[in-house]
């Protein structure tokens, strides 16, 4: 049986040293888990656009000028999630809660603290300040079991090359 592939973007907010993680509530089967805000791309967007509006949706702020910084497939057993994954530190608005997770701003450092999906792990090291200014871009592999437990992670970084996303 061939898994179904869905595509997403996710949105890296950062401000002063902090990120915008969403935390999912009790009744949900991922309850204290934290990722990064996102979702489905819906049909006749562009994973920036939905970036946009998954971050709204979920966190109440209104991102702009988001940057892409990379590719990452994550492989669940019975599902595929393509995401495009942007950062940005420009936004306006304050944090509401939203329909399926409460949003945080997290302190860079209490990030290995906190309880992280295994997708969101590795991208640790790429959450600074900095990554905005570095011509670069990363494509990540990561399987996982449904309990969150990382089975396989590929890694590489390269050049930026220029795309609309």
């Not at 530190?89 to 209490?110: D, F, M, Q, T, V």
């Amino acid at each position: 049986m061939e898994k179904p592939i869905r595509k997403a973007s996710r949105c890296i907010v950062l401000k002063n040293n902090k990120v915008v993680l969403a935390k999912y509530p009790e009744g949900n089967a991922k309850a204290g888990y934290y990722e990064i805000p996102g979702g489905k791309i819906e049909e006749g967007e562009t994973a920036k656009q939905a970036a946009i509006r998954e971050v709204k949706e979920e966190t109440g702020i209104a991102v702009k000028n988001l940057t892409y910084i990379g590719n990452m497939i994550v492989e669940y057993p019975n599902r595929i999630y393509d995401f495009e994954v942007f950062v940005t530190n420009e936004y306006e608005g304050g944090l509401k809660n939203g329909k399926e997770n409460i949003p945080e701003w997290i302190s860079l450092n209490e990030m290995n603290e906190k309880k992280l999906l295994s997708n969101v792990i590795p991208l640790l090291p790429l959450i600074k300040p900095t990554w905005q200014k570095e011509n670069k871009e990363f494509s990540l592999y990561i399987k996982t079991s449904e309990q969150e437990e990382l089975q396989e992670l590929r890694f590489t970084k390269q050049e930026k090359k220029e795309e609309e996303h």
